[in-house]
């Protein structure tokens, strides 16, 4: 089984900073694809950004440029450092970890408990 906790939310002024966490464990680590997704209140989930085994990004139009996903195999670890944030960033944020095998299927992956991003004066 995989596990996923994720941390590192809280208030932010905006403009501030923010750098989240997302811990893997239960599995090999180097073989998962990780993606940050978030949930604005009263919104649909959407994609933030993502990381393939490998270390290929990829990242949602609303947050190119200030978001930045990493990982740190060693301590089997994804980091989402998030920089000049606004209110519109405000949202629940899930990581999901996917088998790289997985990639281009329909398997759901696994979802961490998610936390809470608020970003406000």
């Known amino acids: 089984q995989v596990q996923l906790v994720e941390s590192g939310g809280g208030l932010v002024q905006p403009g501030g900073s923010l750098r989240l966490s997302c811990v893997v464990s239960g599995s090999t680590f180097r073989i998962y694809d990780i993606t940050w997704y978030r949930q604005p209140p009263r919104q649909q989930r959407e994609l933030v950004a993502s990381?393939?085994?490998?270390?290929?990004?990829n990242y949602g139009d609303s947050v190119k440029g200030r978001f930045t996903i990493s990982r740190e195999n060693a301590k089997n670890t994804v980091y989402l450092q998030m920089n000049n944030l606004n209110s519109e960033d405000t949202a629940v944020y899930y990581c999901?970890?996917?088998?790289?095998?997985?990639?281009?299927?329909?398997?759901?992956?696994?979802w961490g408990q998610g936390t809470q991003v608020t970003v406000a004066s």
């Open positions: 999901n970890a996917r088998h790289s095998g997985l990639r281009g299927t329909q398997f759901p992956g696994i």
């Open positions: 990381i393939t085994n490998d270390g290929s990004t």
